[in-house]
């Protein structure tokens, strides 16, 4: 087993670019959601890394995913891979994620989506530093009430309620676990690229260039 460098782990799951983004359609092309899912990918492996070398917290970073050409981009040494044989969904690759993170010995996991609009430094080293507790969960509630970061401790502290509502199920199942829950707001944070009206201030970044080949 390979020993942990941190006690946190901040895995993104990220699935095939081709099926990304569904809720863009029938406004974009496949190809186009494809474009703008690869460039948030870039853009969120690229914050982490930065943030890494600047946060106070020390984590380590993982991608889990099903995709083949999603793993032959995860090239930077200090990216673990997690690697799923099929895809099952993404609170599967979630679940798949905690369990690699309690084998390796990390003592928290913070999931992080690969679809925040601007990720915020200042805002994500806040976040970060909620999580204590040794049974905790520290919540980011997206604008639609989904959840766009959760910090697990222990990294299987919950099963894993991704979807429509996963924020009030998340929270629910806190109280069902006895979990000390902590509710945490961002303006940052709470902001994801669902919909067109989600991507229209950043249309031009996201969708205006072609993602390349380059080593994260």
Same mark, same amino acid.
Request: one cysteine or more; glycine letters at 6%.
């Given at each position: 087993? %390979?020993?942990?460098?941190?006690?946190?782990?901040?895995?993104?799951?990220?699935?095939?670019?081709?099926?990304?983004? &569904?809720?863009?359609?029938?406004?974009?092309?496949?190809?186009?959601?494809?474009?703008?899912?690869?460039?948030?990918?870039?853009? %969120?492996?690229?914050?982490?890394?930065? !943030?890494? !070398?600047?946060?106070? !917290?020390?984590?380590?970073?993982?991608?889990? %995913?099903?995709?083949?050409?999603?793993?032959?981009?995860?090239?930077?040494?200090?990216?673990?891979?997690?690697?799923?044989?099929?895809?099952?969904?993404?609170?599967?690759?979630? !679940?798949?994620?905690?369990?690699?993170? =309690? %084998?390796?010995?990390?003592?928290?996991?913070?999931?992080?989506?690969?679809?925040?609009?601007?990720?915020?430094?200042?805002?994500?080293?806040?976040?970060?530093?909620?999580?204590?507790?040794?049974?905790?969960?520290?919540?980011?509630?997206?604008?639609?009430?989904?959840?766009?970061?959760?910090?697990?401790?222990?990294?299987?502290?919950?099963?894993?309620?991704?979807?429509?509502?996963?924020?009030? =199920?998340?929270? =629910?199942?806190?109280?069902?676990?006895?979990?000390?829950?902590?509710?945490?707001?961002?303006?940052?944070? &709470?902001?994801?690229?669902?919909?067109?009206?989600?991507?229209?201030?950043?249309?031009?970044?996201?969708?205006? =260039?072609?993602?390349?080949?380059?080593?994260?």
């Amino acid at each position: 087993m %390979t020993e942990s460098l941190h006690k946190m782990l901040v895995v993104v799951p990220v699935k095939n670019f081709a099926r990304a983004k &569904s809720r863009l359609g029938p406004q974009l092309s496949v190809h186009e959601r494809a474009i703008v899912a690869a460039n948030l990918f870039e853009q %969120t492996l690229s914050f982490l890394l930065d !943030t890494q !070398t600047r946060s106070q !917290t020390g984590f380590d970073i993982a991608v889990v %995913t099903s995709s083949q050409d999603i793993a032959g981009r995860v090239k930077d040494q200090r990216v673990h891979l997690i690697f799923e044989d099929q895809e099952n969904g993404l609170n599967a690759a979630l !679940t798949t994620a905690a369990d690699w993170a =309690k %084998t390796h010995g990390y003592e928290r996991l913070c999931v992080l989506p690969a679809d925040i609009a601007a990720p915020d430094f200042d805002e994500f080293e806040r976040l970060l530093g909620l999580a204590g507790s040794p049974r905790s969960l520290v919540l980011c509630p997206a604008h639609d009430f989904g959840t766009n970061v959760l910090i697990a401790t222990p990294p299987d502290a919950l099963p894993f309620s991704f979807g429509e509502g996963s924020f009030l =199920k998340h929270q =629910k199942q806190a109280a069902e676990l006895g979990l000390d829950c902590i509710i945490a707001p961002s303006p940052s944070f &709470s902001k994801d690229i669902d919909y067109m009206e989600d991507l229209s201030a950043h249309r031009h970044r996201l969708l205006g =260039k072609h993602p390349h080949r380059r080593a994260v």
